[in-house]
């Protein structure tokens, strides 16, 4: 399976995923962290890809979003942003509303 399509299988699996570096629980990068702390304020499930385990991905990724950091905030396979656009969208109010949405 190429790199694009395994991609879309991801999104297509997940309303909420996060493409980090690291885990929720370990975050490897502070950016990563701060979107991570943000989701978990909410409170609303999301699931995760740790790009650090899987480089094809990582380096497909910046490809197919044409977005070259991470993390990579995705809802309902919609590419959200990265951490500055989380943390507005969440310092807003307005994330909170769109992840409401989502899990309806």
């Known amino acids: 399976m190429d790199v ?7 999104l297509g699996s997940n309303d909420v995923l ?30 995760f890809v740790n790009i650090f385990e899987d480089p094809e991905i ?17 809802v309902k396979g919609e590419l959200i942003g990265g951490c500055d656009i989380v943390i507005e969208m969440y310092q807003s109010g307005e994330l909170q509303k769109l992840l409401e949405e989502s899990a309806a």
């Open 18 to 47: 996060l493409y980090m570096k690291g885990t929720p629980d370990f975050p490897q990068c502070g950016f990563s962290g701060q979107t991570v702390a943000a989701l978990n304020a909410i409170g609303k499930p999301y699931s």
């Open 58 to 74: 990582r380096e497909g990724l910046k490809e197919y979003s044409n977005w070259p950091t991470f993390p990579q905030l995705y």
């Open 4 to 10: 694009k399509t395994r991609i879309k299988d991801q």
